[in-house]
């Protein structure tokens, strides 16, 4: 499996941008994902996941209401929605994958994810 990060940039607080994550693999439907990021500094955490068919997600309490994590699987797609975006949102975006029944449970672990993308930057100036 190998995911490609993209769509990181510079932008206001209070600002909007979508970043995504192309997905090389021919099962993707059978993969859970997940957004984590890192801070400059910090340790990288949990942002939000969403289940193989979509219809289940979780958020860290830090974004909830604010990003909106989807899929395309048709296209092997991961989007990440970040709205009303914060200086403290500035991080290095990374997407995650892990092969998962459909009733699995949602990982916010680091180590529940077998395949990580490269990243993508996200910088929010106040």
């Known amino acids: 499996v190998q995911l490609q990060a993209s769509g990181g940039g510079l932008v206001q607080a209070g600002g909007s941008l979508r970043v995504s994550c192309q997905a090389s693999?021919?099962?993707?439907?059978?993969?859970?994902m997940a957004w984590f990021r890192q801070a400059p500094g910090k340790e990288r955490v949990f942002v939000a996941a969403?289940?193989?068919?979509?219809?289940?997600?979780d958020y860290a309490d830090s974004v909830k209401d604010r990003f909106t994590v989807s899929r395309d699987n048709d296209k092997k797609i991961l989007y990440l929605q970040m709205n009303s975006l914060r200086p403290e949102d500035t991080a290095v975006y990374y997407c995650?994958?892990?092969?998962?029944?459909?009733?699995?449970?949602?990982?916010?672990?680091?180590?529940?994810?077998?395949?990580w993308g490269q990243g993508t930057l996200v910088t929010v100036s106040s």
């Open positions: 969403i289940n193989r068919n979509g219809r289940n997600t």
């Open positions: 995650a994958a892990k092969r998962a029944v459909l009733t699995a449970p949602l990982g916010t672990r680091l180590d529940e994810y077998d395949y």
């Open positions: 693999v021919v099962t993707y439907s059978y993969y859970n």
